[in-house]
């Protein structure tokens, strides 16, 4: 920065770094005009808070078996007030703890999905030919086997781990992410400053890094919190379906138990619905954020 007769002269870095702060401004007041949207993220944050702030809320020990000391499938009392388990544990301390499972999983899904399936697009988009040829028709062929399936088999083979059930829907729900920065990237290639930046001997490397991701890097980001949404409802069924981890408690593995144990014929309905419910505030909370995020990166979305 230089000073001239009492101007202020600004570098192009700092032009730069002004501009993005401006834009970043500009897209929360965006968002925040979205009530649904910020509903959506003040549920993910008392969530998250919840996850985070477990073993202040809920002890580890709760999690044992050797030290529930409630009764079989007790109804919500003073005492436990979202009753107990099959094992006298407390259903609430299992719903703390479980957050974190599900979370954990649904966002490093979503981090593997999102990696695939960005690499994936970029390569297919922009070089074209038999290697984007190729790449096209493989996210043709896992869009065309159905999801369930493929993650059950997978699973299967793989063994009932945290690690391979994160692995396990991230490398079966990056597809749809593919084609989207696919057609966005055939979109940008043929604009105007691209083929100026090729003409004055641009690599590869500079249109990539420059020009392709900033501007695919929004719609990446406001899929990402779709897929979150979409992760966890797959960790939930897989770990209903007996294929999670045995040794973690997550949503899903409640629904299994409670389902193991004959709750609902019972009417435990403590043991069930708050695990389901939780599932389904948080799935619709991502989906509400990223429709919101959505409509502030898409200038389009905007116009309508």
């Known amino acids: 920065m230089s000073t001239t007769s009492g101007t202020v002269t600004l ?35 008392v969530v998250v808070l919840v996850a985070l702030l477990a073993p202040v ?27 107990t ?6 259903v609430l301390t299992l719903l703390i703890w479980g957050a974190r499972i599900s979370l954990f999983v649904g966002l490093m899904a979503t981090v593997i999905s999102m990696l695939i399936g960005t690499l994936v697009g970029l390569t297919s988009g922009y070089f074209g030919g038999w290697p984007g040829a190729v790449l096209f028709r493989l996210t043709e062929w896992f869009l065309v086997i159905p999801f369930l399936p493929l993650a059950i088999v997978l699973a299967s083979v793989l063994g009932r781990s945290l690690v ?21 990237v055939l979109s940008i ?28 890097v929004p719609i990446v980001f406001a899929n990402t919190t779709l897929t979150v949404a979409v992760a ?3 960790e939930t069924t897989l770990s209903f379906l007996g294929l999670g981890d045995p040794t973690r408690v997550s949503w899903g593995s409640m629904l299994d138990d409670a389902y193991g144990v004959g709750a609902i014929t019972t009417g435990s309905w403590w043991y069930f619905v708050p695990p389901g419910v939780c599932v389904v505030v948080v799935v619709l909370s991502f989906t509400l954020v990223g429709q919101a995020l959505e409509e502030v990166l898409n200038p389009k979305l905007r116009q309508r």
């Open 11 to 45: 570098t192009s870095r700092q032009l730069a770094r002004r501009r993005r702060r401006a834009a970043r401004a500009r897209a929360w007041r965006r968002f925040r005009q979205n009530r649904a949207g910020m509903a959506g993220l003040v549920v993910l944050t």
């Open 57 to 83: 809320l809920a002890p580890a020990d709760g999690l044992e078996v050797t030290h529930a000391t409630g009764g079989v499938l007790d109804a919500p009392s003073g005492e436990y007030w979202l009753g």
């Open 85 to 90: 388990d099959a094992n006298g544990r407390s």
């Open 164 to 184: 391979n059930i994160v692995i396990v829907i991230g490398v079966t729900s990056w597809p749809g992410t593919a084609l989207l920065i696919r057609s966005q």
């Open 189 to 216: 290639k043929e604009r105007p400053y691209i083929e100026r930046s090729r003409a004055l001997g641009a690599g590869h490397r500079h249109l990539i890094g420059r020009h392709l991701l900033p501007n695919v």
């Open 232 to 234: 966890i409802l797959s």
